[in-house]
């Protein structure tokens, strides 16, 4: 640092980078600039030479260390063994605050407040396209069916305006829990957790047993960016439009390396409660060696997802005899050693006590994961357009015209 020249306040240095304060502490936090502190120990201060080093290096994906793509990004991040979600501690969100506020936050830092319902012309398409397709499709298929159909029926779509998008996602998400096949009553006009409720499951959407699920959604919302995060963001720096961005994301989902471990988790819970937590476990250690469910790479001490998951389900779990099994195939699992769960496994224990198919995990992450997609499309929004292109085309063929 210097001091010839006056540091920086918070608020100017974010104006002189034309970010938000949080995307500037996303930066110290990530190690891509310093700040000194001031005497208080809370104020922060910044270098303007450094400052003006970072608006000057071009605005695109760099080679990370181990030879992949490096976005810069202030949604959320993985810091100290903790999911954050711009600045703020993602477990507690998702446990004090409905996934409507968390999405909000992931969107705009809350503003403006926003209605997560459809137009009825978008609930109709979202249910046909649900509905087309045969019994015993996964939700996730019917989901990107959803998507699919209310990007074609809404005809202000390409408005790439932030506040258009996040109006976009907002009736999304609404179409996707309202357009699903109903299981049971749910709640009509309820929140986002109460009206997927309802698709899910039979039982009655108490409030007590939907909360783990509203905690859950708001767990799922972000993660960094995965795989399918970056396919959002591709297709949002081609300026496609949010469905299709979602779309693709949707899509990238679907693989082994995302889609996670709630559907074998939740089978093994089930198989648990009919033969017993010992003999599961004894059979699984046989032979693998391993139980599904646990242990995070981004977390040696134990993923905090899961923990606030399962602290939640235990609260009220919707259903107790279920989650009793849930419990002896914990305590037979931990014998003798420590046993983390992962947010896949408390999802797992979710689906499993609420009644809910299988593959209502991977159906949960997709709604959720919307809200984070859909923040990573508005970043990728204000970069520059193309920017993913390895190699620019010469000034002579960008003269050609393009065949696809």
Known sequence: MTDEVPLLSTAEAASRLGV????????????????????????????????????????????????????????????????????????????????????????????????????????DAARAASHALPHGVRLLDRIR????????????????????????AATLIGALVDGLPRQGEGTKGGSVAQRLWGALTALPAEP???????????????????????????????????????GAALFTLDGSVESGTAALVH???????????????????????????????????GDPRGRTLIDVLAAEPPHRGRWEAVEQFLATGRRGRPLAPTVDFGVAALTFTAGMPADAGLAILAVARCAGWVAHTLEEYAEDADRFRVERPSRRARAQPASG
């Not at 502490?25 to 970072?54: H, I, W």
């Not at 959803?146 to 109006?167: H, T, Y």
């Not at 909360?211 to 767990?219: E, F, N, Q, Y």
């Not at 017993?276 to 981004?298: I, M, Y």
């Open 267 to 301: 089978r093994t819970l089930a198989e648990a409660e009919r033969d017993g937590s010992v003999a599961v476990v004894a059979r699984l250690l046989d032979q693998t060696n391993h139980l599904p469910g646990f242990e995070h790479p981004l977390y040696p001490d």
């Open 145 to 168: 069916a959803i998507v699919a159909a209310v990007g074609a029926v809404d005809p202000l779509r390409a408005d790439l305006r932030p506040e258009a998008v996040m109006i976009t």
């Open 20 to 123: 938000k304060p949080a995307t500037l502490y996303a930066y110290v936090s990530r190690g891509l600039l310093s700040r000194v502190r001031g005497a208080d120990g809370r104020t922060s201060y910044f270098d303007p030479a450094e400052l003006d080093l970072m608006a000057h290096q071009p605005r695109t994906p760099t080679a990370a260390a181990g030879g992949g793509l490096a976005i810069r990004s202030s949604v959320s991040e993985v810091r100290d063994q903790r999911l954050w979600y711009r600045g703020r501690d993602a477990c507690e969100m998702a446990r004090a605050d409905p996934f409507e506020s968390v999405a909000g936050w992931l969107w705009s830092e809350g503003r403006p407040s926003l209605s997560f319902t459809s137009p009825p012309e978008f609930v």
């Open 208 to 246: 007590g047993a939907v909360a783990p699920l509203d905690t859950a959604l708001g767990l799922l919302a972000d993660h960094a960016v995965t795989a399918s995060t970056l396919a959002a963001r591709v297709a949002a720096s081609a300026r496609a439009h949010p469905y299709a961005a979602v």
